[in-house]
């Protein structure tokens, strides 16, 4: 089983930063895409990020695209989530999920099939 961990969400003032941390027990880790989804409180599950298994490409939603950077240390089987410039609406629970091999869609929560128990982000005003 594939185990994702999440860690570094707490509670930060608007205009902070914060960076997310998702350590993964495969050691197959760096050969899989990854991505960050965020879900808000009585909001569905969002895209926010992914990178690819090199990291030589990034995707971001346009919500956080400007303030948000993933980043991936295949060595370490750890991907991240450096979140700057934090607004009250980024305040969710964000989940890392390991990409799917077999399809080219980045945003949508069906193309990951693994996830890690989310960690919570506070934005306050």
């Known amino acids: 089983q594939v185990q994702l961990v999440e860690s570094g969400g707490g509670l930060v003032q608007a205009g902070g930063s914060l960076r997310l941390s998702c350590a993964a027990s495969?050691?197959?880790?760096?050969?899989?895409?990854m991505g960050w989804f965020r879900q808000a409180s009585g909001k569905e599950r969002e895209f926010a990020a992914a990178i690819t298994w090199t990291g030589g490409s990034t995707y971001y939603a346009d919500s956080v695209k400007g303030r948000f950077t993933i980043s991936r240390d295949n060595a370490k089987n750890t991907v991240y989530l450096e979140m700057n410039s934090l607004k009250p609406e980024d305040t969710a629970v964000y989940y890392c999920a390991r990409h799917r091999w077999d399809t080219r869609v980045w945003s949508g929560a069906g193309a990951y099939d693994y996830w890690g128990q989310g960690t919570q982000v506070t934005v306050s005003s």
């Open positions: 495969g050691r197959t880790f760096g050969t899989y895409a």
